[in-house]
């Protein structure tokens, strides 16, 4: 079992930046794959970023890609969405979520979610 928590969530303009944390606490976090999905007003979940257990190995939505970067910290049990160059359509409330072993673009996939934070980013 795996409890997820985000912050880091808020208000920025556009061009701007933000660093999301989730932090997990329970076991073997360092066992879990990583991933940061998020969701507009009347969107469905997408996939923004995901990592693998160790952090050597990571995907990006092409919406992305180049100014996202994700990483962990397996000692303290976070997970970092580092956003950068941040536009009014990365709005949206942002989840992580953890899931065994494998790395996954698909949020079906993912067992454990946080209860996500919201980002808004304004023009």
């Known amino acids: 079992q795996v409890q997820l928590a985000e912050s880091g969530g808020g208000l920025v303009q556009a061009g701007g930046s933000l660093r999301l944390s989730c932090a997990a606490s329970?076991?073997?976090?360092?066992?879990?794959?990583m991933g940061w999905f998020r969701q507009a007003p009347g969107k469905e979940r997408e996939f923004v970023a995901a990592?693998?257990?160790?952090?050597?190995?990571?995907a990006f939505a092409d919406s992305v890609k180049g100014r996202f970067t994700i990483s962990r910290d397996n000692a303290k049990n976070t997970v970092y969405l580092q956003m950068n160059s941040l536009k009014p359509e990365d709005t949206a409330v942002y989840y992580c979520?953890?899931?065994?072993?494998?790395?996954?673009?698909?949020?079906?996939?993912?067992?454990?979610w946080g209860q996500g934070t919201q980002v808004t980013v304004s023009s």
């Open positions: 329970g076991r073997s976090f360092s066992s879990y794959a």
């Open positions: 990592l693998t257990m160790s952090g050597g190995n990571t």
């Open positions: 979520a953890a899931r065994l072993l494998a790395l996954s673009n698909y949020a079906r996939n993912y067992d454990y």
